[in-house]
């Protein structure tokens, strides 16, 4: 009988990567990892031991957590049982460059099983319940959760959102009850993130996605978190302050090359200022310091993504600190302010 572990061996050079060269293992015990592998694409590695191997599909948005979302399931090769513990970084150069972290673990049931079809039910640190992989073209399986999602009153992602705009006017006479920010110069989004991947909508609902790959970046570092996080995108040059002209610069790049080329040379940063989704639930109905309050759990914070702090009261020395800083102004919130996606808001008042 030809050996199952023959084309996973061949893939690889052991000199070089940590990963293990194995061997096909005995009676099985009916174990299943799920890696979080950031090689070139992010994906998450589902793995089910099954006939001495572990049955493999590189799943790109992760275990989908509500039956009415099935996921892509590309198969891949078998892996020896030794690959149910492994995480590390495989060299740059090898097959599956990256690094790569055990997401979950556990045992499973199989129910059925079939050349086209798998019914099972993991038992996980993480996921628990009933799946079915099934088999639609050559490589590509889908998995489908067959049981409710785990979170009973999950919802799916809107769509459509578009962020909440300010209008513009004067302080409010008393900043009791008002917090303050400012009012970064940059290009305004919606950072919709599921499944590793992030989808940017501005303030007419047009998606933006290209022209702001830093968000990619973003939703890559929050693995299998999913929300929509409002924000600006800004560059900021080399005196340490935002330049405007920057931002102007990428967003007339005429094709690909160029717009990779701008974007090494000015990258963006995305100042975080609102939570607004989050985990299967609309945030839009709690008021504005409980929503930052999220976003602050969140933690927003990587080398081109920040959450800068909003200002309780004293809005006047945070205007008069903005204008020696050279930008324009301070945008006040009414601490008890709803989110209202594509409405302007007199609750929030843009100073300058
Ligand atoms: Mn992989």
Redesign the pocket.
Known sequence: MEDPLERYRAMRDFDSTTEPAGQVGAADQRRFVV?E?H?TAL?W?LRLERNGVLASW?VPKGIPPDPRQNHLAVQ?EDHPLEYLDFSGDIPEGGY?AGS?SVWDRGTYELEKATDRELIFVLHGERERGRFALFHTNGKQWMIHRMDPPQDPGRELMPKGWRPMGATDGDAPPDDEGWAFEIAWPGRRGLVAVEGGRATVTDRKGDEITSLYPEARALAAASGTTMFIVDGLFVVVGDNGRPDPQALELRAQARNDSARRRVVARLPATFMAVDLVWLEGHPLIDLPYDERRRLLADLGVEGPQWQTPAHHVADGAALLEAAHAQGLAGVVAKRMSSLYRPGEESPDWIAIT
Do not use: K, L, P, V
């Open positions: 890696q592998h090689a994906h590695d590189a891949t599956g790569m």
